[in-house]
């Protein structure tokens, strides 16, 4: 669903317009807000017919409107960081921000290691890749990485957020300053700073 800031406030919801008449969900614009990656279980080339797998799909702005739906790779929850590297779920793999350049072709990909072995179904990426915040059974978590590039340990939002019922879906403002997600049907949205006051000292 998409819906636009008017003067008059929000408009009613209307389905997006990359809707196929397949599943299509999980949007996300990048920072300078070229690009729009989505996930869909629409037909890819050598899909053939049947059941698929959810894919990542990106759309590159012209303009004022927007070009035609690429597929890209198998995946889900894109997030992008404001150097253009894109961090896709649940796995997490890292494309190299050349695959924004050269939409529709990855030049590169390597698997990013963090440190617990548990699944990110959603994950949100900070504009500076200091840190990630995802949602595993209902739970949100942050992750930071260290400054030997590698990532420390997950940990769980549950008490600073202090709110019942499963949290998932995880979003970041594009200046960072407020995390969006979703419980029990409704849109939470709180001050990123206690995500901050959570970074380890190092």
């Not at 072709?105 to 072995?117: G, R, T």
């Not at 969006?180 to 380890?200: H, K, M, N, T």
Request: charged share 25%.
């Amino acid at each position: 669903m998409e819906s636009k800031l008017t003067n008059e406030g929000w408009t009613v919801p209307k389905p997006a317009f990359f809707n196929s008449q397949y599943l299509d969900n999980e949007p996300h614009i990048t920072y300078d807000g070229d690009y729009m990656f989505f996930c869909s279980s629409r037909p890819y080339p050598g899909s053939g017919e049947g059941r698929r797998m959810t894919q990542v799909w990106v759309i590159k702005r012209d303009g004022e409107s927007w070009g035609d739906p690429i597929h890209l790779q198998m995946g889900m929850a894109p997030t992008t960081a404001e150097s253009g590297n894109i961090y896709i779920g649940s796995n997490i793999y890292r494309l190299e921000n050349d695959s924004l350049r050269l939409v529709g072709e990855m030049i590169y990909c390597d698997s990013v290691a963090l440190s617990e072995k548990m699944s990110r179904d959603h994950t949100c990426i900070s504009r500076d890749e200091s840190f990630c915040v995802f949602d595993n059974k209902e739970v949100l978590y942050v992750n930071f990485r260290k400054k030997d590039g590698t990532w420390g340990k997950p940990i769980d939002l549950s008490n600073v957020l202090n709110l019942q019922g499963g949290k998932i879906l995880p979003t970041l403002s594009p200046d960072n300053k407020y995390l969006f997600f979703c419980c029990q049907g409704d849109i939470y949205w709180v001050s990123a700073q206690i995500i901050e006051e959570l970074r380890p000292k190092e």
